[in-house]
Nanobody, 117 residues
């Protein structure tokens, strides 16, 4: 059974930094595309960043240059380094894993990030 567990959410002031982490249990980690999504109150869940099983990355425009997604295949984790945080980054952040061969999609339960002065 595949499980994703996020950690690292917190409350920070504008301009601050946070690092989110997602631990993935279940086989075939090296063949997952791993991503981060976020959902603000009253809004839909939106894409933030992704790192493919080959190491390619892409980001939504609003976080380019501020966020960095990394993966550690040995530790079975995906991280999201978030710098220069803004109030509009406030949301619940969800980890996503998509197995490229099984075509199976998995989600974590989310971690809250609040950016406020």
């Amino acid at each position: 059974q595949v499980q994703l567990v996020e950690s690292g959410g917190a409350s920070v002031q504008p301009g601050g930094s946070l690092r989110l982490s997602c631990a993935v249990s279940g086989g075939g980690f090296a063949l997952y595309n791993l991503g981060w999504y976020r959902q603000a109150p009253g809004k839909q869940r939106d894409f933030v960043a992704r790192i493919t099983y080959t190491g390619n990355t892409n980001y939504t425009d609003s976080v380019k240059g501020r966020f960095t997604v990394v993966r550690d295949n040995a530790a079975r984790t995906v991280g999201l380094q978030m710098n220069n945080l803004k109030p509009e980054d406030t949301a619940v952040y969800y980890c996503n894993a998509f197995h490229v061969y099984r075509r199976a999609n998995y989600w974590g339960r989310g971690t809250q990030v609040t950016v406020s002065s």
